[in-house]
């Protein structure tokens, strides 16, 4: 079965700094997309960013970036120069395309918030 | 604009009454989805339709249906057999095709069910 695992239930980053969000999956497919959403707390969820599994090169999206290791099945995320509205729910999700069925797996989630 | 609308922002039902969530796009996209999120936990898939007139039990089906008779609507009933139906809902779609961009969900902005 495909899994997606968060193991920090919570963290906090003082303004300015950098933080960095883990995320883990086991699949034994091997073309898949990973995903980082936000969900604030208008809990409109937002897409951070998003990553093919056949790409090598990690994923950037203005202050934010991943570090993609396929063998090791890990996906973090790491915010630079945090902000105030960083803070939030973040969620890690696979997706993956099996005979036509599109199946997203979301991790449990990540509580940021960001300290002035 | 282009988006994903959800009806209505919070619900209420009293126990033993069907209620219908609506769930609106005008993005073109082929794939909608239905996802359920309780507090502490990530989303759970409900239901998913690839095209219109076809669609999918998720994880968590039991108690909920769905129709998929035009392709810019997807309604979620939560009906009676549902024991626990309190939470945050949550609607999604993507393109279904896996081309560049196409394979990332989309979210609405959720219902609050509350049940009495």
């Known amino acids: 079965a495909q899994t997606v695992t968060q193991s920090q239930p919570e963290m906090s980053v003082q303004e300015a700094e950098t933080v960095t969000l883990s995320c883990t999956y086991d699949?034994?497919?091997?073309?898949?997309?990973l995903f980082w959403y936000k969900q604030p707390p208008s809990r409109q969820m937002i897409l951070v960013i998003r990553q093919e599994a056949y790409k090598q090169q990690n994923a950037t999206e203005n202050r934010f970036s991943v570090n993609f290791q396929k063998a090791a099945k890990s996906f973090s995320l790491k915010i630079s120069d945090s902000q105030l509205g960083d803070t939030a729910m973040y969620f890690c999700a696979f997706m993956t395309s099996t005979s036509g069925t599109y199946k997203y797996i979301f991790g449990t989630g990540t509580r940021l918030k960001v300290l002035a | 604009d282009g988006g994903i609308t959800q009806s209505p922002k919070y619900l209420f039902r009293k126990e033993g009454q069907n209620v219908t969530l609506s769930c609106e796009q005008n993005?073109?996209?082929?794939?909608m989805y239905w996802y359920r999120q309780d507090p502490g936990q990530g989303l759970r898939l409900i239901y998913y339709?690839?095209?219109?007139?076809?669609?999918q039990k998720g994880d968590i089906a039991e108690g909920y249906s769905v129709s998929r008779e035009k392709k810019e609507s997807f309604p979620l009933t939560v009906t009676s057999a549902q024991k626990n139906p309190t939470a945050f809902y949550l609607c999604?779609?993507?393109?279904?095709?896996?081309?560049?961009?196409?394979?990332?969900?989309?979210f609405g902005p959720g219902t609050r069910l509350t049940v009495l």
């Open positions: 699949t034994s497919e091997n073309n898949y997309y």
């Open positions: 999604a779609s993507s393109r279904r095709r896996l081309a560049v961009n196409t394979d990332t969900q989309y």
């Open positions: 993005l073109n996209h082929d794939a």
């Open positions: 339709s690839q095209i219109v007139n076809d669609f």
